[in-house]
């Protein structure tokens, strides 16, 4: 559904070159859904508004939907729908009416416009406020709204470049439903940037990656987490003496250790199925445990593993 290849963009900024995308070589296929991470100005957006012909590669290429951003753009607008950020509807139509006039706009005529409109208002829970003003609507609800826009002409791909963002907890779990429901019901293959890491790993099935422009991760959420970091033992200790053995015990374990005074903090590979056996080990030696804490690594700790930086600092700054 998208391939590219070795696609760059690069911007003059006061005479100095801003390489935001460097290439990029990103394969999805139809049906997925891949969520692209990376901390403010990794290039996420450059990358979905070049996938959407809305701006011009540097370099490379990029193949979507079958057809070539640079060459065939029109082709390939026919066939997407993008979802940037900010609201796209406009305001003082009601929400039927924007869509209706968005199919047109897409060349249905009015009989099919007003049927996919109804089709997505039900599919995407407008029911209560497809008859109301659009500037009446809450965040959660115009984001709804949006995302309809985006899929009047059933594309088979969709980008959503932050859908979440700005919504509140609650108005985010119900945008994941409708966007888990949109993907079975029309199988659209899904890209969409984020900086919610939870968000992410709750949506979807592969995860890219993006720091200063460059790919540097791309895998499901499970495999990155184990692959990359793995879970966190943490035992703490009545002194810092019984830390340094009970460090030494578990260096059998082939993780990570550090000590910090009484905490000894392991990382391991499927640590849940490790501790048992740890723990046991302790005992023998007389190491007295007074406290044991596994967790699984989060995905913000694989952006850390892989970058030195939390995404979440990257994302404050
Ligand atoms: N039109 C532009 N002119 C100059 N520089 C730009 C332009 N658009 C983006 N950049 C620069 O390119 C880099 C990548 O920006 P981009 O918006 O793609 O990042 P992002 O990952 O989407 O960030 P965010 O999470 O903040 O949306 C940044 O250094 C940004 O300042």
Redesign the pocket.
């Known amino acids: 559904m998208i391939k590219t290849t070795a696609l760059t ?1 690069n ?3 006061k005479k100095k070159t ?4 460097k290439k990029l070589d990103l394969e999805v296929r139809a049906g997925e859904l891949v969520a ?1 991470l ?12 070049m996938l959407t012909t809305l ?1 011009a590669p540097t370099s490379g290429t990029a193949e979507v939907a079958g057809f070539d951003v640079a060459r065939e753009p029109r082709e390939v607008r026919k066939r997407i729908g993008y979802i940037g ?1 900010g609201n796209g509807a406009g305001h003082s139509q009601r929400g039927r009416d924007e869509l209706i006039s968005q199919g047109r706009a897409y060349g249905l005529d009015r009989p099919a416009a007003r049927a996919r409109a109804a089709e997505l208002i039900e599919s995407l829970g407008l029911e209560a406020v497809a008859d109301r003003l659009v500037s009446s609507l809450s965040g959660g609800q115009r984001r709804r709204l949006d995302i309809a826009m985006g899929l009047i002409h059933t594309p088979p791909l969709l980008f959503l ?2 859908p979440s963002t700005g919504l509140d907890p609650q108005n985010r779990v119900n945008l994941q439903e409708h966007i888990r429901r949109l993907r079975e019901e029309y199988g659209t293959t899904i890209v969409l ?1 984020t ?1 919610y890491l939870d968000e992410a790993d709750a949506l979807a099935e592969r995860i890219v990656v ?1 720091d200063h ?1 460059e790919l540097i991760a791309d895998d499901t959420p499970a495999r990155l987490k184990s692959s990359q970091v793995g879970d966190r033992i943490t035992l703490t200790l009545g002194t810092a003496e019984e830390a340094a053995r009970a460090a030494a015990r578990a260096s059998v374990l082939d993780g990570r250790i550090s000590t910090d005074d009484r905490t000894v903090t392991i990382r391991v590979p499927e640590g849940t199925r490790l501790v048992p056996k740890l723990l046991r080990s302790l005992d023998e030696a007389d190491v007295p445990v007074t406290a044991v804490e596994v967790q699984r690594p989060t995905l913000d700790d694989v952006f850390l593993e892989l970058t030195g930086r939390s995404l979440r600092e990257g ?1 404050a700054a």
């Open positions: 963009r911007f003059t900024v801003v390489e935001a995308v692209l990376g901390p403010n100005g990794a290039g996420k957006s450059t990358t979905l508004r701006l950020q470049d932050e940037t900086h993006i422009g994302a």
